[in-house]
């Protein structure tokens, strides 16, 4: 079976700017020559980024155009609701975390601290390979 991954904003944003190690942009790449898998709440943080670089934006619009985007279903929903309660974590963190445990995602992040209570989520951080 396939890994498939879930891209959290902040990979995104350290993919776009050059601030990954260069294993984890070979790693990034290949995923997105297969795919690129992102919530709506990323879709949402990526594009209320305020910059003046243009060319910048042009990217992140770029990315979301070729990315699938899991919307907020009826089970993310109940899947956030979950665990908010259990965990306490933020409601963008909860959606984006429940949105990867419904669709049997790997989620692709360097903010593991905002996560790592939900042990069934399965993490990796490119900016550590």
């Known amino acids: 079976m396939v890994k498939r991954f879930l891209v959290d904003s902040s990979i995104v944003s350290k993919y ?15 995923i997105f020559e297969i795919e690129s898998n992102i919530s709506i709440i990323t879709k949402i943080e990526l594009l209320s980024w305020t910059t003046t670089d243009k060319m ?15 919307s907020l279903s009826d089970e993310v929903a109940q899947k956030t609701i979950a665990l908010r309660r259990k965990y306490r974590i933020k409601t963008p963190d909860a959606i984006i ?3 990867a445990l419904v669709h049997q995602l790997t989620l692709l992040t360097d903010n593991e601290r905002d996560f790592r209570a939900i042990k069934s989520l399965k993490i990796v951080n ?3 390979l």
């Open 16 to 30: 776009l700017n050059g601030l990954l190690p260069e294993k984890g942009y070979e790693f990034m790449d290949s």
């Open 56 to 70: 910048l934006y042009q990217q992140i619009e770029i990315f979301i155009e070729d990315s699938t985007i899991y």
């Open 97 to 99: 975390g429940a949105t």
């Open 126 to 128: 490119p900016t550590r």
